[in-house]
């Protein structure tokens, strides 16, 4: 029915009908029609075991293969068996009834409930969050959205992502608008001011919007996310956050971070199935940026009967929840996995992968000493599940740093390393083992992966 109704949608429903059904009328209406999935009952996580055996239940969740150490989430997750059983029985029910398939799942029209869901979940309401297919999509949707024009500036970090670099450059060429970099601290970051200052140092007339990532992928560093989008709302700028990394590790509350826009992955740290993401979408308060659909099939039935007049729409993220046919159990996958996160405690998920990374800081510095160049320092407010290091003295051997990766992966352990300029200028790249500590993970294992890298590292010397 839902796969059906979509044909309808677009067919011969009128506009009213078509609105309730898809749930991109204001928040209260679309409500009505919240979703009725039913996931399989699967046995809960009981929040009430001591943390050994609270941690153990939790990562006997995970379907990893046990002969290795994976910690490259930073690149993508891993759907837990309850998760991943369901999303199958999902696929399972479609194939079987391709339109009929709510019938069977219970399912009434998913998105309006699954928008609302993950509005509670981070922070925001139904009409200010959307599913997109990855940070790259909804970067790419915001990027493209903005009214650009010829001699606009737009600031951003000296470690982007290319997801956000690739859209910015097609406006440089496109339009005529003018990028420039903020250097941001890696060695010598010690304070969070130190970043804001950065940014501020660069504001001139022509400067429209801020880009940065809340976790550069390159050193895991956590910026000050609500600092910065406090800085752009007094200078009267756009602020988008890259925050590929974030839902799934670290707490997010978007109303309290006053961003304009932020675009994150569902399958990293969130452990959704691939190609999910989220998109929210600043809709309440003042200065609300003007956006126009790119990738467009709701536009007629929301934004055209006001003129894209944002003060006048009431779902501005409506605008995005449908692009034609859609991957409805990985949607639903997603929000499972949502859900199981919040039975889990994102708090406490965000304090485990923290503590384990700043345990992995700490063990990087005792058994390699202090030649070892840590990107991303161990002090609390800059900590994620994200650490990257350099144990060899040339941090410019490219070839070396490949090596290591390659011959840590033969050894049971998968990270990555990444390529970033210290300063702005530099005119070679400095390369950085990046590790991912996350929730299946424990100490025993960041022991093991520490003594495996320091055993790698003194043969390659
Ligand atoms: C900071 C950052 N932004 C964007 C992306 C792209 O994420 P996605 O694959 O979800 O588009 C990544 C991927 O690693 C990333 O690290």
């Known amino acids: 029915m839902m796969q059906a109704s979509y044909e309808r949608q677009t067919g011969n429903m009128d506009r009213r009908n078509f ?57 993508t997750g891993a759907m837990p068996q309850r998760v991943l059983d369901n999303f199958n029985r999902y696929n399972h029910v479609i194939a079987r009834h391709p339109t009929g398939f709510m019938d069977e799942l219970g399912w009434e029209f998913g998105i309006p409930g699954q928008r609302e869901k993950l509005g509670k979940q981070f922070g925001c309401n139904l009409d200010e969050i959307s599913i997109s297919r990855n940070t790259t999509d909804a970067l790419n949707t915001v990027l493209f959205g903005l009214p650009f024009e010829k001699g606009d500036e737009i600031l951003l970090t000296h470690h982007e ?14 339009l ?57 709302r007094e200078n009267g700028l756009i602020s988008i956050v890259d925050g590929a990394h974030c839902p799934g590790m670290i707490e997010l509350d ?3 971070m006053g961003c304009d826009f932020y675009a994150a992955s569902g399958h990293k740290w969130q452990c959704g199935p691939g190609a999910t993401g989220i ?11 003007e956006l126009w659909p790119q990738n467009s099939c709701l536009y007629s039935m929301i934004a055209q009967p006001v003129a894209n007049d944002r003060s ?12 034609g046919q ?52 161990d002090i609390p407010e800059f900590t994620s599940g994200l650490t990257s290091f350099n144990p060899f003295q040339d941090t410019g051997d490219r070839k070396k740093i490949e090596g290591f990766v390659e011959r840590l992966a033969k050894e049971g352990y998968v990270i990555r390393f990444t390529e970033l300029r210290l300063h702005v200028e530099d005119p070679k ?28 590292y003194r043969d390659m010397l």
């Open 19 to 75: 609105l309730k059904l898809t749930g991109v009328t204001a928040a209260g209406g679309a409500l009505s029609m919240s979703c009725q999935s039913k996931p399989e009952k699967l046995p809960s996580i009981d929040s009430s075991l001591p943390d050994k055996e609270f941690w153990k239940t939790v990562q006997d969740q995970f379907v990893l293969d046990p002969d290795q150490v994976y910690m490259n989430i930073g690149t």
């Open 161 to 174: 992502h290319v997801s956000a670099l690739s859209p910015l450059d097609v406006l440089k060429d496109r």
């Open 176 to 232: 005529g608008v003018v990028l420039t970099e903020v250097e941001i601290p890696v060695v010598d970051l010690e304070n969070p001011d130190q970043v804001v200052e950065a940014f501020k140092k660069k504001i001139a007339d022509r400067t429209r919007a801020m880009v940065f990532s809340h976790i550069p992928y390159k050193t895991g560093v956590r910026l000050p996310a609500k600092t910065l989008c406090g800085l752009a």
């Open 254 to 256: 978007f109303h309290d």
């Open 279 to 289: 998109l929210y979408v600043r809709n309440h308060g003042d200065d609300l940026p």
């Open 312 to 323: 006048r729409i009431e779902d501005i993220s409506g605008l995005f929840v449908l692009r």
């Open 326 to 377: 859609e991957n409805y159990p990985a949607l639903q996958a997603l929000i499972d996995a949502c859900d199981l996160w919040e039975e889990i405690g994102r708090d406490r998920i965000e304090i485990y992968d923290c503590s384990l990374s700043s345990y992995l800081k700490k063990r990087i510095h005792t058994v390699f000493g202090d030649s070892a160049v840590l990107f991303s320092p």
């Open 429 to 456: 790249p400095t390369f950085a083992l990046r590790i991912s500590t996350h929730l299946f993970h424990d100490r025993a294992r960041v022991d093991g992966l520490v003594e495996a890298m320091h055993v790698l």
